[in-house]
């Protein structure tokens, strides 16, 4: 089994269930553990799928607060490809920048 296929998967199934930025507790999470982690542990869904930092896991978990899940956004390998060819035809391989600089470059891509 390919498992990073698998975590893209699972990933897709819930953002397609509403999921992505969703707020959970801890007991929300344990469903969606049930139901998407057969394979892993739940520390290893906490945070390979859902997105969740260590010391959020351990928050909600603990605490009985929320974390927000799925929030970051996949760019598919081809596409990040295609940014870096063009950074590389703009001269800006192996070029030291500042943040101002990152900054037009991530607006602009």
Same mark, same amino acid.
Do not use: C, H, P, W
């Given at each position: 089994?390919?498992?990073?296929k698998?975590?893209i998967?699972?990933?897709?199934?819930?953002r397609?269930?509403?999921?992505?930025?969703?707020?959970?507790?801890?007991e929300? !999470?344990q469903? !969606?553990?049930?139901? #998407?982690?057969?394979g892993?542990?739940?520390?290893?869904?906490?945070?390979?799928?859902l997105?969740?930092?260590?010391?959020?896991?351990?928050?909600?978990k603990?605490?009985?607060?929320?974390?927000?899940?799925?929030k970051?956004?996949?760019i598919?390998?081809?596409?990040?490809?295609?940014?870096?060819?063009?950074l590389?035809?703009?001269?800006?391989?192996?070029?030291?920048?500042n943040?101002?600089?990152l900054?037009?470059? #991530?607006?602009k891509y």
């Open positions: 089994m390919d498992v990073e698998y975590i998967d699972i990933k897709e199934k819930l397609e269930e509403g999921y992505a930025g969703k707020s959970i507790n801890y929300e !999470l469903e !969606l553990y049930k139901k #998407y982690g057969q892993m542990g739940e520390k290893s869904f906490a945070l390979q799928v997105g969740i930092s260590y010391s959020n896991y351990m928050t909600i603990n605490k009985g607060t929320k974390a927000k899940i799925l970051e956004i996949e598919e390998k081809e596409e990040i490809e295609k940014i870096q060819e063009k590389r035809e703009e001269g800006y391989a192996g070029k030291s920048i943040y101002e600089e900054q037009e470059l #991530y607006k």
